[in-house]
């Protein structure tokens, strides 16, 4: 089972800075990852899938980048509605798992 | 648009089964698109991916769970269903129901999630 390792556990940060969250994988995912961003009380919602793309409706300030092992989420500039969980997932061998997330706080 | 609700008891009881259903509505459970899973998360944990289905019937399930979980599909009924064995409290999570695209990894659309409990 490949494990992925979210950093750090919790961010804090203020409205209008730059989050950068990082997700590794124990071996090579290829481009097979997602990200999710989760509030209180919700289901998680896709941000970025294969592990660039932004899926539909999702503003541009959120970017996905890397492949194979490491993998970045860069949220330019944090609006208020951006403090929530991230997690994020990976497809290999008919096996989905995520990692523990993120919380991204207001500080 | 398309939308997933999950419907079932919330609560039961140590050693019996646990029972869903995800009622696809706004859109066909049978494109070949897409495959349809299950997904849960115990109060203030992570995610965990059960199992998976296509309209065909075929299934793929996480192996920590497989040899108590079964998935099925009733198209005629736009629905997929979760079954969970010999439950504890361990099982005790908020259940989703999810589409996912064949060509990728993610999930892209999640049902609202339905808490169950699992308690004498």
């Known amino acids: 089972e490949i494990v992925l390792t979210q950093s750090p556990a919790t961010l804090s940060l203020s409205p209008g800075e730059r989050a950068t969250l990082s997700c590794r994988a124990s071996q090579s995912v290829s481009s097979y990852l997602a990200w999710y961003q989760q509030k209180p009380g919700q289901a998680p919602r896709l941000l970025i899938y294969d592990a660039s793309n932004r899926a539909t409706g999702i503003p541009a300030r959120f970017s996905g980048s890397g492949s194979g092992t490491d993998f970045t989420l860069t949220i330019s500039s944090l609006e208020p509605e951006d403090f929530a969980v991230y997690y994020c997932q990976q497809r290999s061998n008919w096996m989905y798992t995520f990692g523990q997330g993120t919380k991204l706080e207001i500080k | 648009q398309l939308q997933l609700q999950e419907s079932g008891p919330g609560l039961v009881k140590p050693s019996e089964t646990l029972s869903l259903t995800c009622t696809v509505s706004g859109g066909s459970i049978s494109s070949s698109n897409y495959y349809w899973g299950w997904i849960r998360q115990p109060p203030g944990k992570g995610l965990e991916w059960i199992g998976s289905i296509y309209y065909s019937g075929s299934t793929y399930y996480n192996p920590s769970l497989k040899s108590r979980v079964t998935i099925s599909v009733d198209t005629s009924k736009n629905q997929f269903s979760l079954k969970l064995s010999s439950v504890t409290a361990a099982d005790t999570a908020v259940y989703y129901c999810?589409?996912?695209?064949?060509?990728?990894?993610?999930?892209?659309?999640w049902g609202r999630g339905t808490l169950v409990t699992v308690s004498s």
């Open positions: 999810a589409r996912h695209p064949i060509r990728g990894a993610d999930f892209d659309l």
